[in-house]
């Protein structure tokens, strides 16, 4: 069983760009969690994505902004990229109603 | 005060050693997860704790929710246990993780 994928696995964007980030849940789960990983810092929750819809996000500006897919799997768009969204973002993904989580391999962003 | 706190921050042992890492929480919570990020950054799961106690191969991890601590033991640890190991709980009612900071461990050889 494939599990969770994220694309692209590196990349480099420049201050002001837009950036999406994909991320695939392993078949099955239906919820699709992002987490972003600054350097020095701890994780923090970003978005939660279940059945196709939003149902929760963290402290973090409007242009973090992503769907989900009828597919279950997912979208993270940052708009008018900062230097501080330099960051590993995470991708999980659960059952629906289940605790258990599955982490994606990350995408790491690097704003210039 | 984080939500979640865990000690140490970094910690060096010999290969063999008995180790330890605590993690306490300041909230109710549905279940505690212990997870292990190598570098490069890809999350593995460990455990998922709501009670007691669970064991996996050299790894144990404990809960005691009266108390809002857990413990994860790594027994006869081995240089491939280094990697950073983070205590991280789902508050209440929430889905999301809430996470500790992370404890990066060294076991020399």
């Known amino acids: 069983e494939a599990g969770v994928t994220q694309s692209p696995t590196h990349l480099i964007k420049t201050r002001g760009q837009q950036v999406t980030l994909r991320c695939s849940p392993i078949?099955?789960?239906?919820?699709v969690y992002w987490y972003q990983q600054a350097l020095g810092l701890g994780l923090q929750f970003l978005l939660w994505?279940?059945?196709?819809?939003?149902?929760n996000r963290g402290n973090f500006p409007p242009r973090f902004s992503g769907r989900q897919f009828p597919n279950y799997s997912s979208e993270l768009n940052v708009n008018a990229l900062e230097l501080e969204d330099s960051a590993l973002y995470l991708c999980a993904s659960s059952f629906t109603g289940s605790g258990g989580y599955t982490f994606g391999s990350g995408t790491r962003l690097t704003v210039v | 005060k984080n939500e979640v706190e865990q000690s140490p921050q970094n910690l060096t042992a010999q290969e063999g050693e008995f180790i330890t890492i605590n993690c306490s929480y300041s909230v109710g919570i549905s279940a505690l997860h212990w997870l292990q990020q190598h570098p490069g950054g890809g999350i593995v799961s460990l455990f998922m704790l709501s009670s007691g106690k669970k064991k996996h191969g050299r790894l144990i991890a404990t809960i005691n929710i009266q108390e809002k601590h857990s413990s994860l033991h790594i027994t006869a640890s081995h240089p491939r246990d280094s990697a950073v190991y983070i205590c991280a709980v789902i508050p209440g009612s929430a889905r999301q993780l809430t996470f500790g900071s992370g404890t990066q461990l060294t076991v020399l050889p």
């Open positions: 078949s099955g789960h239906t919820s």
């Open positions: 994505y279940d059945e196709g819809e939003e149902r």
